[in-house]
């Protein structure tokens, strides 16, 4: 197997470079980029209190049309994370996902997509606290392919524990606390593994890095239930309802042992970044016989099919940018 970083050089289009000159929104205006600015004492800034989402829109070139993947639902979503900081959003799930397809629209994006969302307490103030400080929204846009491979990935146990809800909630997408994530995933990048896995603080699995975790054994389907310390991704509700209603297979969330892992019949993992990324290979031992399993197989192709509407089931899931 090549190392992680000959495969992530194989890994097209990270998005890495986002283009100042795209039009971005930020606090009630179109604006580029560039001019999208913040100062330096800002709040979120300095002590991470600021929420975030990632969407995708992929584009289908047959029918000229780019599909934002559960725009609500992520909208939705927003609004529980922003409770828990007492950060009030410009708008409601619906106005705000008009907002995406505008600027998607603006940015006359052709391609497949990923619209970053961000909620800040934007004060200019060093008090360390949540109320009576003043709310920044804005939100950009960049073209991404994939985020990690489809193809197979090693992932390693991260020796930082998963930040827990009575600490940090990892329920809410909350910026500071994904410092927990860039810890374990560069210990991960070192142990030659493109994903870590995090452990609970009483050692079961809660989930990866950016992405939630899936299992396969004995032909059920087995993911971390949300009490232990996920966040409750919209990729896995989506997999867990085509696993149930394509698949016919039967969906579990219980806690998941470290050492069930080693002997899975399948692993993936799932999100909007990630997708759905077949793990070949934990702690340095393959998965089963190291090779994609058909679960995990025929979920990246319905998963794929239908957000990109090659598959026109769960309509109720696309919203199409373009009339
Ligand atoms: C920590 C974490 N878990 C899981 C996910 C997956 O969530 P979703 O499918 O809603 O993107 C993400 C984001 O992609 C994440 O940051």
């Known amino acids: ?147 990690v491979p489809t193809t197979g990935i090693a992932a390693r146990t991260a020796s930082w524990r998963r930040i827990s809800d009575d600490a940090l909630p990892a329920r809410g997408k909350i910026t500071g606390a994904y410092v927990n994530t860039a810890l374990a995933v560069e210990e991960a990048h070192e142990a030659d593994a493109e994903e870590a896995i995090f452990l609970t603080r009483d050692g079961h699995v809660s989930e990866g890095g950016s992405a939630n975790l899936f299992m396969v054994r004995a032909g059920a389907l087995i993911t971390p239930p949300v009490y232990d310390d996920i966040l409750e991704g919209i990729t896995r509700d989506s997999l867990m309802r085509l696993a149930h209603d394509e698949l016919g297979l039967s969906v579990l969330e219980r806690s998941i042992d470290r050492t069930e892992l080693y002997v899975a019949d399948e692993l993936f993992f799932c999100g909007t970044g990630a997708q759905v990324a077949p793990c070949v290979r934990v702690d340095g031992r393959p998965v089963a016989d190291g090779a994609i399993g058909p679960v995990s197989r025929a979920l990246a192709t319905s998963y794929t099919a239908i957000a990109r509407g090659q598959d026109e089931r769960y309509p109720e899931w696309r919203t199409a940018v373009y009339a």
């Open 1 to 147: 197997m090549a190392s992680v970083k000959e495969r992530q050089a194989q890994t097209p289009a990270l998005g890495l470079e986002i283009s100042e000159e795209a039009w971005a929104y930020h606090d009630g205006d179109f604006v580029r980029l560039a001019d999208a600015k913040v100062s330096l004492a800002t709040h979120a800034l300095n002590y991470g209190t600021g929420i975030f989402e990632g969407i995708r829109a992929y584009w289908n070139a047959e029918q000229e049309q780019l599909y934002v993947f559960r725009l609500r639902e992520h909208f939705e979503r927003m609004e529980r994370s922003c409770r828990m900081l007492k950060i009030a959003l410009p708008g409601g799930p619906d106005e705000l996902a008009a907002l995406v397809t505008d600027l998607l629209r603006l940015n006359q994006m052709r391609t497949d997509t990923y619209v970053r969302p961000l909620a800040y307490k934007a004060a200019r103030s060093i008090k360390v606290a949540l109320s009576a400080l003043r709310d920044g929204f804005g939100m950009f846009t960049f073209p991404l392919g994939d985020y």
